[in-house]
């Protein structure tokens, strides 16, 4: 056990827990829990969002996945960041025109409707845990490797750290630990980035030249098909992955935390500038990681290659930089699993508890309290499932997060904003078909079955043929949310004019700012 990575963690720790004590102090009542009281500016808020997706799935499954099936692993990485373009066009500002702490909050400004807050509420429960567990299967892996400590004591580790700071500093002290890690990922990303250059004497076409011997796929790794066979195969999974943004609730929720959609808009554009940035040198370091770790390596140090970014680290700056690549990676887990968390315990207390048990009169002391029970729920249960899934590649695991975000909240959201005859039935259908019908596909599918003995979580033939459902799943939930309200003999469509127009300008049909009124 290496003392300087020992020494990094340690102070990557104590950082947090020091952002956690002084922002605790700002953190009195539910909204500052749950959003930071709306008042962060356009670049904190884009760091923050870019912090929330250059995620250990990103930083270290990306990577993985790069080095070892090449042009496949690339399906993982263009479909996420096109995704914020239907987050920047269609998502972001009727959220934050509309809503309050939650998702929900959005739906039911239409709909006042108790069963569609529960509904939406456990939708974004799911996809919140479905998240989770990328970022705490890479937090074993990394510990595994760095510290010699067992999968199942440092998925532990990560959790009990974590909560640290959820239960104290809330969505402030998430968002500020986030900012500051994307700032540090980004850093060190560059620098080996540089690294990497230099051993190619910053020749980018010697790089692809040298990639067609590099590994054992030999001038099939820049070719696709290395992994997914079926050209359908990847078809679906981009679909899931450019969709799929725009329905994660931990990301939507971060539109909550800044004062208007104006500022709303601009951090989409700082983060797609950020991730833009990242996303183009991780393909490099993926290249690197295959050429001079070597797939053997990689794989020997984790089967679904999560180590290749920090022994590549290792390999171009010996232990000092791959503990510093390493303490990089464990603070990108704990803010990410810190927003998730937050994001699904304030969808607990805010809609099931104070909404729906409460009807909306709980105190500000009895959600936070409710909100800190729920963090620690779910961080259990996350836990426990993500012992079942060490062995799968926590970009992909991260892509089923995704699939269900687009096949369930993606058709509402739409349909919400800018369907007059959309009603209540429709919503309710489209958040379940879209949700039963993904996981039960994955299911059926070779990411839990396989022939091979250890490929996947069962042994046995797949039922469905495509490891990423998305391109069944997404039109199978715009098809409930449409057949729900066709069908429907209760008209219960709500008032579409008064949201077209809060919608688009924040104001009522009377020109009154209500949010700025509800905000006071």
Do not use: C
């Amino acid at each position: 056990m290496d003392s300087k990575v020992i020494a990094l963690f340690l102070l990557v720790v104590f950082i947090t827990l020091l952002i956690t004590f002084y922002t605790a102090r700002k953190t009195k009542d539910a909204r500052s829990f749950y959003t930071a009281g709306g008042g962060l500016k356009g670049w904190q808020n884009g760091f923050a969002i870019a912090g929330d997706f250059m995620s250990a799935s990103s930083f270290l499954g990306l990577i993985g996945a790069i080095a070892l099936f090449g042009y496949d692993g690339l399906f993982l990485m263009y479909g996420a960041l096109v995704s914020y373009l239907v987050v920047l066009l269609l998502v972001a500002e009727p959220l934050r025109n509309l809503g309050k702490y939650t998702l929900a909050d959005m739906i039911t400004e239409r709909f006042r409707s108790k069963k569609i807050r529960a509904v939406t509420a456990f939708n974004a429960l799911t996809i919140s845990i479905f998240y989770m567990l990328a970022q705490l299967v890479a937090a074993g892996a990394l510990f595994k490797l760095l510290l010699d400590i067992n999968y199942e004591l440092s998925v532990i580790i990560v959790g009990i750290v974590m909560l640290t700071f959820v239960l104290f500093g809330g969505m402030t002290a998430t968002s500020w630990v986030q900012i500051i890690k994307a700032f540090l990922l980004l850093g060190g990303t560059i620098f080996i980035f540089i690294l990497v250059m230099s051993k190619f004497d910053f020749n980018f076409i010697r790089i692809f030249q040298e990639m067609k011997t590099a590994t054992p796929l030999k001038e099939a790794y820049l070719n696709p098909g290395a992994k997914y066979t079926n050209g359908l195969d990847a078809i679906s999974l981009t679909l899931g992955l450019v969709l799929g943004t725009a329905g994660l609730p931990h990301v939507l929720s971060r539109f909550l935390t800044v004062p208007d959609a104006k500022v709303a808009r601009k951090s989409v554009v700082y983060s797609m500038w950020i991730i833009g940035l990242f996303y183009i040198m991780v393909i490099f370091l993926g290249f690197a990681a295959a050429r001079f770790v070597g797939v053997d390596t990689i794989m020997a140090a984790n089967s679904a290659g999560n180590m290749a970014a920090p022994l590549l680290a290792e390999m171009l700056g010996g232990e000092t930089l791959f503990a510093i690549i390493s303490a990089v990676a464990f603070a990108t887990i704990l803010a990410v699993v810190a927003g998730i968390v937050i994001t699904g315990a304030t969808a607990f207390s805010h809609d099931f508890y104070n909404e729906i048990l409460k009807n909306g009169k709980a105190t500000q002391g009895q959600q936070m309290k409710m909100a800190r029970i729920a963090s620690i729920v779910i961080t259990v249960l996350s836990i426990i499932l993500a012992l079942f899934v060490q062995n799968m590649n926590v970009a992909f695991l991260a892509s089923l997060a995704l699939t269900v975000g687009a096949s369930s909240n993606l058709p509402v959201i739409l349909f919400t904003v800018y369907w007059k005859r959309f009603n209540i039935n429709g919503a309710i259908t489209g958040i379940l078909v879209g949700l039963i019908g993904t996981l039960l596909l994955v299911s059926l599918s070779p990411s839990i079955w396989s022939p091979i003995k250890g490929a996947s979580l069962f042994v046995g033939e797949p039922l469905f043929p495509l490891t990423s459902p998305g391109i069944v799943s997404i039109p199978l939930g715009f098809l409930g949310a449409y057949l729900g309200t066709v069908l429907s003999t209760r008209k219960e469509t709500g008032d579409f004019d008064e949201i077209l127009v809060k919608s688009n300008t924040g104001n009522d049909v009377k020109g009154v700012d209500v949010k700025g009124v509800n905000d006071h």
